[in-house]
């Protein structure tokens, strides 16, 4: 029995059950991944709703992406989970009263939208390699297009009505879905480190930041896999929307650690020691020194200098990762660091993380990762490159 | 809810009641609080239950009682029998990391102002006991100023509206119409939610069966009218159980009689164990 519990050290008093960390680091790869998803479907539906004709080499990517990541949002659930085979318990015979077992539903209804919206968007080349090409692909193709060949002027005015309308449904829904993250561990009072009005919010926010610096690098990565020039507005316009949202994210933030202070409530003794000894570092240097005030401050020169070309490209890809990892970090400090505060309001817990096993670092990585294995067969089964000829809607 | 998962084994029984009988004989101070009248005479100890009996038993109606438990700390001496009755009768892991209940001791000692605040799966109090299979508090401040100490007997609170079961993806835990809490252990995904959400620490996540787990009060025995198992063994009544709808049970007594409180109200769980004798650090 002892091999296998993996008790925390502590310090101060905690309770004794408390001594198992429960949620490990693959609960914080969950709202990682979903975070990436709403993001990346906001660049989506900046052009395909709000007309950001600059953003039109990565709208399609954008889509490939949401869809990619929100296939894998499950995976470190499943993981996670004492008895996966139960999961869909949660689905058949949902307690109305919890939100994980909503959270299901959202989730499902956000695939199925991203799936339709991917098939009208690609109808067009769906339907041309259908027609050209044979065997296996020619079938692959054929199939997919739903016993749907019209590609008439007619029809395409009638598949632009359904994206649009299907990019309006899907900015609530894939921000609501990951408001919704937030709102599953801000709805807890047993943690004052989560029991927080602003968490759906912040993770809104920081779920937006990660998903356009995730296109940002993407977008730069492909153009020099695929070898051609990067195109400078798009990338622009991508680093416009990192830098306006993130001061957002970084606003809320610090509303909330301020609440937390101010309001200065039973265990805010705890959460000071906390935040200014173990989490110092994660906390305030990874995720706001780094990765979000020092691309902020960049990003700001290079709009306030009209940086361009070669730093342009480097500037934001570097900013983007920043991002990247500094949202990563948020979701770490709040899974992993609310625990690590006890609920007594008297002890700190430190997690120790392992790197085998199926909640272990190498886990967390292959899941994170997993993604963009898919991205790439599915860009390679539905090419969104705006330059590509073949390309479906504009 | 399973039978087995739920019925002790004939063996865990016997070893249940020998500890039982060790306690008795080993506590002086019992003799004194059943004379005064706290630990109630009428006792079931004895009485095996009925072979294949149902669970809960065949003619126990949960509509006609309100169970409701209540801790008198100003009575626990920290012996944690309760503790080590309560791992045996439930099949809690033999560790010092899971437990069903619990004892605090809290301590404060001359010229500090902070308190100290242990438990029986302190290292200091495992090393004491030689074993995490067997509880006891180290004499850690024998040689220390001790300006004010007690225990505090911990468990799950049966919520009249429980976080943990507010959380459940599955509806696995839930309340029953007599009020205690319980979980599915057939139904329960694993997700640990309820063990988050639960502001008092009570459940823990058992890896062996993949479910979360925490105190039932005894569910397989109060049905069949025992008394819980930690309430059971303890030496000097600081455990009080009974049926709120019965008027002259321990527990309405013990409400009626004394000041109580409960844990943390302001989490708007409404707890069930009621308390006496407790500071202002408790919660």
Avoid at chain 1, 174 to 185: D, E, I, N
Wanted: glycine residues 8%; contains cysteine; aromatic residues 12%.
């Amino acid at each position: 029995m002892e091999s296998i519990i993996h008790f925390s050290p502590y310090t101060g008093w905690v309770y004794p059950n408390e001594t198992v960390f429960e949620w490990s680091v693959l609960i914080a790869v969950y709202p990682y991944l979903t975070g990436l998803v709403a993001g990346a479907f906001t660049v989506s539906s900046l052009y395909q709703v709000f007309g950001f004709k600059r953003l039109k080499p990565v709208a399609h990517m954008a889509l490939l992406t949401s869809l990619s990541f929100m296939i894998f949002v499950p995976t470190p659930l499943l993981l996670h989970l004492g008895h996966p085979e139960r999961a869909f318990n949660s689905t058949i015979t949902p307690h109305l009263t919890s939100a994980m077992a909503m959270f299901g539903f959202f989730a499902s209804f956000y695939v199925a939208l991203l799936i339709l919206e991917g098939w009208f968007a690609y109808r067009p080349f769906i339907v041309d390699q259908a027609q050209k090409r044979i065997g296996l692909p020619g079938k692959f193709y054929g199939l997919l297009t739903l016993g749907s060949h019209d590609v008439s002027e007619h029809a395409m005015h009638y598949d632009r009505k359904w994206i649009f309308a299907l990019a309006v449904i899907g900015i609530p829904a894939a921000h609501g879905l990951h408001g919704y993250v937030g709102f599953m561990y801000g709805s807890l009072k047993a943690r004052e480190w989560w029991s927080s009005d602003l968490m759906p919010v912040i993770f809104l926010f920081s779920a937006i930041i990660s998903g356009v610096s995730l296109l940002a690098v993407l977008y730069v990565v492909s153009c020099k896999l695929r070898k051609i020039p990067v195109d400078l507005a798009c990338l622009k316009g991508l680093a416009y929307t990192i830098w306006a949202f993130i001061m957002v994210a970084l606003v809320l933030e610090g509303l909330e650690f301020a609440n937390i202070v101010y309001k200065g409530r039973e265990g805010v003794d705890m959460i000071m020691q906390y935040v200014t000894g173990p989490l110092l570092i994660p906390y305030f240097i990874l995720q706001f020194a780094v990765g979000a005030i020092t691309p902020l401050l960049w990003l700001s020169y290079m709009i306030w200098r009209g940086t361009t070309g070669r730093a342009l490209v480097v500037g934001v890809t570097v900013c983007a990762c920043l991002v990247l990892f500094s949202v990563f970090m948020m979701r770490w400090n709040v899974v992993i660091g609310g625990q690590e505060i006890s609920k007594t309001g008297k002890g700190l817990l430190s997690y120790h993380m392992t790197f085998w096993g199926k909640e272990g670092a190498l886990m967390a990585i292959l899941l994170t990762m997993a993604p963009l294995g898919l991205l790439y067969v599915l860009t390679r089964l539905f090419p969104p490159w705006a330059d590509d000829a073949s390309h479906g809607h504009s | 809810m399973k039978k087995e998962d739920t019925k002790p084994t004939l063996e865990a029984r016997r070893g249940f009641l020998a500890k039982l009988a060790g306690a008795a004989t080993c506590a002086g101070a019992a003799v004194g609080a059943a004379g005064l009248g706290v630990v109630p005479a009428v006792s079931a100890k004895n009485e095996a239950p009925p072979e294949g009996a149902s669970f809960p038993a065949k003619d126990y109606d949960w509509t006609k009682h309100q169970w409701g438990f209540g801790v008198d700390a100003t009575k626990c001496i920290g012996c944690l029998r309760c503790v080590e009755a309560c791992k045996t009768e439930n099949d809690v892991p033999r560790n010092a990391h899971q437990f069903r209940t619990w004892v605090e001791r809290y301590v404060h000692l001359e010229g500090e102002h902070e308190v100290r605040v242990d438990s029986q799966q302190d290292p200091v109090n495992i090393n004491a006991s030689g074993s995490e299979k067997e509880f006891r508090f180290a004499n850690r401040y024998k040689d220390a100023k001790v300006d004010k100490a007690f225990f505090v007997p911990k468990l799950c609170n049966h919520c009249t509206h429980p976080a943990c079961v507010q959380v459940c993806p599955t509806g696995a835990t839930y309340r029953t119409e007599d009020g205690v809490v319980l979980i599915d252990h057939d139904y329960c995904i694993g997700c640990r939610y309820c063990v988050q959400a639960c502001p008092y620490g009570a459940r823990y996540f058992d890896e062996v069966r993949g479910v979360s787990d925490k105190c039932t009060w005894c569910y397989h025995r109060i049905t069949k009218g025992l008394r819980p198992a930690c309430v059971e063994v303890c030496p000097v009544g600081a455990r009080i159980f009974g049926d709120q709808k019965d008027k002259q049970s321990p527990i309405s007594l013990f409400i009626r009689n004394n000041r109580v409180q409960v844990l943390r109200p302001e989490s708007g769980n409404a707890p069930n164990v009621f308390y006496v004798g407790i500071d202002k650090e408790v919660n």
